[in-house]
Structures are given as C-alpha cells and as structure tokens.
C-alpha cells in the first residue's frame, strides 16, 4: 500500500499549565490511514516524544508538559507501509504556572479603642495575582492570631483586644501559588479603658473658591471619643506661619478668606473635647486662584429670604463689567452636612433653592467666576426656612434574625405627623459603617440580606415625607445567626430486609436536600447493646450489613455526610434478623485409635442437642498438609479411616449436618498411626 498522505490543519493551544490540546485533519491524498502518530519537543530539551492514536481521532491533548514552555509539534499518519508525510510544524506555550505574591506595601496600625485597632495597607506592586490577605496580630508574650480578607479589602478593624497590650501586626498577601513575603511589621499599644479623645476626621478635602478664599470639607470621625469642637489649621507653605479657626462639632465644612492669592496653603484639621485633642488629619495643600481684574472684590445688592418650607430666594445684581461674568454658583450648607453648589447662567438675578428642610437653618452665599478663573463672593447669610410639621416615630419596631446574613425589620405607621412619602431602615454592625435602604409607604416590613454572620447589629426606622425626615425610631439590636455548614438533608425512603439470620440489607434514596453527598454512616444498633456503625460509599447502595446476631431486633438509621459535615439522619427503623436454621449440636465422646500402619478408627456418639443427623463428614489433616475428608453415614458408627501414611500424626474432628445445613464440630484430636512393620522387600 501507498504511504498516507500529510494531515492538515494542524493546530495546538494550551489549556492549561502541562496540558495542550493537538487537532487535525485527515490527509487529503495517497494511501489509507491505520492511526496517527503526534510527535512534540520542548524549545530546551533536544529529546522528541510522540503519542500514538487510533484512525478515527482528529484531536489529542498532550499532558504532562512543563509549565511556560515553548512546544513544537507535528503529526505523521501510520499505515501497513509505514509513516506518511508529516504535518507542517506548530507551536504552543503552555500557561505559566502561577507566581507568589509580593509585599503588602504601607502598612499602617492605628489604635481606635481600648478593644480595637485599624489595620490598613496597599497591595503588593509585584508578584502574582492576590487571592487574598492573611492579617496576623500578636499581643506581647502571647499567641498570634489570625484574620483572612478578600483580594479586594485593604483594611480590617482588630476587635475584641485587650486594653493597654502591645500588639505586632503584619500582613501577607496568598495566590493559588502560595503565601508571598510579609509586609514590615507595625507594633501599636491599645489605650487604657476611660475617656477617649476624638478620632480622626475622614476624608478631608479643600477647594480653592477664588484667590482669597478656600473651602475645608471633612467627614466626622468613625471612631475615638465624643468631640466638642473642630479646629482647622492652615498654614503657608514658604514660611510655615500657622493660623487656626474653630467650628462647631456638627460642622462638616468651613470656608478660609482673607488669604493672599496664588499661595500655596497646608491645611489640617483636629477634633478636640475635653479630654484632649485628638489625632490629626492627614496634610493636604491647595493653591488659592491667581488675582484678576475686572469684577469688584465683592458681590454687593444680595437678597436673601424664605420662600417656603421647603426653599430660599437669591436675589443679586449684575456686577459691572457684565461681560466679565462666565457664570454664578450658589452654595448652600447646613451644620451638619457639606456646601452644596449649583450653577446659574450669567444672564439671571435670581435662584429659588428647593427641597430644603423645613425649620432648618441654612448657610448661603453665591459667587460670581469670570472668564479669567477670578471668584467674587458675597458675604455669607445664615436664615432658617420656615416651619412644617414632619412624620412622627415609626411605632413598634422590631427586628428578628433570619438567618446567619439576614434580618427582617418590622413597623407600625407613625401616629402622629402628615402623610408618610416612604420610610428609610438603617443598619450598622458594630465598630462598621452605617447602611440604609428606602422603601415604599405601604410598606411594613423588610429583610436586610447580605449580612455577616453571628454579628450584632443596630436598627432604627425614620419615617419621611415631602417635608423631610421624622424622627429616628429607638434603636434595636439583633444579633444574626451563626453560619451553618452546608451538609446534606436526611436520606429518604429508607428500606430495611432481613436477608438471613446473620445479615440485613438496607436500601435509600439520596437526600434531597442540601449539599453533595460525600459517604454515608449506617448506625445498627441490637437492644439493650451500643450502636454500630459502618461507612458505605454514594456507589454501594444497596448495602447488606453482615455479621449480625440471629433471630435479634436491630434499630437502623443512616446519615449523609459532605466535605463540611454531618447531615440530617433518617428515621430510625427497626428489623429482626431470621431465625438460625435448625442443625445438630457438635459430636460428643470422639475417640480415635490407630489400628495399624495405614488406618485410624473413630468413635463418637450422636449430637446431643440440635436437629436430627442425616450424616457425619470426618475431617482428617496430616501435619502441614490440607485436610482431607470423607462422609459417613449414622449407621457406620465408628468408621476407619484407610489408606494413610505410616507412622504421621493426623488432626481429626467430627461435623454433624441435617437438612437444613451443617452443625457444630467436634474438638480436634491428634493421633499417629502404627510404624510399618520391618519385612521383606519383593523377590
């Protein structure tokens, strides 16, 4: 026959770290094709291997490879005359195999509490891909502790330390590779139980609003103790002098004026009560604009007044030069919350602000930006919105764990107030951030899902309208449910049969419920006596149970059990193994006596208890040689036994059977047979 031909289409693809998958096509011309043979090579190693398969295979994945390493192959056909013409020659790298993580880089330790500490840090800048972070902890002289986090988390709070302890904590970050280096290690002290000072306002934020004039924002701190009042600093950067103004403890946000243009300032801002003053914010700079001509230095003819409940009008006049003017932005703040802006066209004289708060008071000003970057503002005026009755307390709030993440939040309409646009459920875990949700005003109850098990959390319900939030609802506190493993449900339809006097067999169906099964226990226990038990694969069902008592009652039940646990066990059922079939006792009085050089006669007397004898089988063994045996009838009482060796010990013992099977035997006797006598040989 004709060589085969060359396959075709030949192509090769990694799927994964030693494994590539080989495909190709049947070769177009020349001879039949009886298999294949696919040849490869790695770039480094000079040595060819090949795998041989069937005619019908146009695909092969090649295993066993090295991981991030260039490989050549190609494919020869094979019939009875030999190798065909080979394929063209392709390549494929197999996946790298995965590489350990760096350092976890800037890793900071900040004491909150006596019980508390806030551990941050940023990922690794090389290495592999994190999976995520092991946090470990170590008080002085004690035990190292350990907290893991998800690839995306940066930072953990350490709760449930002891006050006034040292504590060394450092971070490692894991890939599907391994564990990579630790970071440097942070040691910090806990404070002592008492008073605490404030904490540190968050997210601090300044914002140049014309070249006199810079805005401070900050967030209240998360932690630390009650505060009375804020400080802000500032300071410019070519000559450090410090200046300082003071806000009240709702305050959120502060504007600076009377600074020199296009200065470059450092800003900061502290919590301080009575205890103390409390750490500082991180330093951050702002540059106030440049100076420019053309608009005066402030907006004179603003108008300021009431127009509701709900909204405040701002009425101002054009500055001169007009053409100066890009745009107004009017800002607006109460104590408690950041400035909000909006901008209004060059062209208007007047804004309505809505959606304010009723009976609330409100800061505002505008300020006029010109074409140049220039901000003009207007003195600052404080005025409160006029009064409208808000909903009252949502009544009879209660929360129920549903779960190991879940709560349901339950509520009764306020009694009091006007009509109720929707209500808002807050929720805070402790030493965590507050979360909230909206629902609709028909609305009584609602299941807060997502939640960490075994946790306890805060809940309150505010109810609000078109003239804003009511009051906050008491507090409530509920702790969620610890997790549960997930472990199958009970077997079902378990079955139990008799299947002899010492065996019964058990049939069921997997659990309907819950998690793969991984094996199964069969707990049998006989009355009276302590449960046994035997492990039986998914595979091995139906299963018979031997070794059992006859004729006793066993209780049977069964459990499921996964890789996290044991399941629910079945119904316990209860069977009785048959009874033992009706045989003779064991052989009584046996003698054995040589009676000459090759025989051995046996005597016994008929069993004394059990079923009548239908015959005897003598069991005969010689040392160190398998036992022989020959059955006798009743009537051949006693029986010599022939043919044996002269002078050689023989084991001999007596089993009685009736119809319905074989009987006790008889105790084993040892007997030697005569010396052959000293005669003649033949002639």
Request: glycine share 8%; net charge negative.
């Amino acid at each position: 026959p004709a060589l085969p031909g060359s396959p075709g289409n030949i192509r090769a693809e990694a799927t994964d770290m030693t494994t590539v998958l080989v495909e190709w096509e049947r070769p177009s011309t020349a001879g039949r094709v009886d298999g294949y043979r696919i040849y490869y090579q790695a770039s480094n190693d000079p040595q060819v291997a090949s795998i041989d398969v069937g005619p019908q295979t146009m695909s092969q994945a090649v295993g066993g490879l090295e991981p991030g390493t260039e490989y050549t192959f190609w494919v020869q056909a094979v019939n009875g005359a030999g190798l065909g013409y080979r394929s063209t020659v392709v390549t494929a790298i197999t996946e790298a195999a995965p590489s350990l993580p760096g350092v976890p880089q800037n890793l900071q330790a900040t004491a909150l509490s006596p019980t508390t500490i806030l551990v941050e840090w940023e990922r690794p800048s090389l290495g592999g891909v994190v999976q995520g972070y092991m946090i470990y902890h170590q008080p002085r002289g004690g035990r190292t502790s350990l907290r893991e986090v998800g690839p995306s988390v940066n930072s953990l709070i350490l709760s449930d330390l002891r006050p006034e302890t040292s504590y060394s904590i450092w971070v490692v970050a894991h890939s599907d590779a391994g564990m990579g280096l630790r970071s440097s290690m942070k040691t910090v002290a806990t404070p002592a139980e008492g008073p605490q000072l404030p904490g540190r306002p968050m997210n601090v934020l300044a914002t140049a609003l014309d070249a006199t004039s810079v805005l401070v924002e900050w967030q209240q701190p998360t932690f630390g103790g009650p505060l009375d009042q804020y400080r802000v600093y500032y300071e410019k950067s070519t000559d450090q002098t410090t200046s300082m103004v003071e806000a009240g403890p709702g305050t959120v946000s502060y504007t600076l004026m009377g600074l020199l243009p296009d200065t470059e300032y450092s800003v900061w801002v502290v919590g301080l009560s009575n205890v103390g003053m409390g750490e500082r914010s991180p330093i951050i700079t702002v540059r106030t604009m440049e100076e420019a001509p053309g608009l005066p230095d402030t907006l004179d003819n603003v108008r300021v007044s009431p127009a509701g409940p709900t909204s405040i009008t701002v009425e101002w006049e054009t500055p001169a030069p007009a053409e100066d003017v890009q745009r107004y932005e009017i800002y607006y703040q109460t104590d408690n919350v950041p400035a909000t802006s909006v901008e209004i066209d060059p062209d208007d004289t007047s804004y309505t602000i809505t959606n304010l708060r009723p009976s609330t008071e409100y800061t505002v000003w505008i300020v006029a930006l010109s074409f140049t970057g220039r901000r003009v503002r207007s003195q600052t005026f404080t005025l409160q919105t006029e009064q409208q009755d808000l909903p009252g307390v949502p009544d009879n709030v209660r929360a129920f764990p549903t779960g190991p993440t879940s709560i349901v939040v339950q509520w009764q309409p306020p009694s009091t107030g006007p009509d109720v646009e929707g209500y808002r459920i807050y929720y805070q875990a402790e030493y965590g951030h507050v979360s909230s949700v909206e629902v609709g005003p028909n609305t009584a109850f609602y299941t807060v899902a997502d939640l960490l098990p075994d946790t306890e959390y805060t809940v309150w319900v505010v109810a609000f309208s078109t003239a804003g939030p009511g009051e906050e609802s008491p507090k409530q506190s509920v702790r969620t449910e610890e997790e549960v493993p997930d472990v199958p449900g009970a077997p079902g339809s378990v079955r139990v049969t008799p299947s002899g006097p010492t065996s019964i067999t058990v049939e069921w169906e997997t659990p309907s419920t819950g998690a793969d099964v991984e094996y199964y226990v069969i707990y049998y226990q006989p009355e009276n006596e302590p449960a046994m038990r035997v492990q039986v694969s998914p595979s091995d069902i139906p299963y018979t149970i031997r070794d059992l008592l006859p004729d006793t009652q066993y209780t049977i039940w069964i459990v499921a059990f996964s890789t996290e646990g044991m399941g629910e066990r079945s119904p316990a059922l209860a069977v009785v193994t048959q009874e033992a079939p009706d045989v003779p006792g064991a052989p009584g009085s046996v003698r054995v006596t040589p009676s000459g050089p090759t025989s051995i006669t046996v005597e016994w007397e008929t069993p004394s208890t059990g079923a009548d004898v239908e015959y005897y089988v003598i069991y005969y063994q010689p040392e160190n040689e398998p036992a022989m045996r020959v059955q006798v009838s009743p009537s051949d009482i006693p029986y010599t036994i022939r043919d044996l060796l002269p002078d050689t010990q023989y084991t001999i013992w007596i089993v009685a059977f009736s119809t319905e099977g074989m009987g006790e035997r008889s105790p084993a006797l040892a007997v030697v047979t005569q010396e052959a006598p000293d005669v003649p040989g033949a002639p």
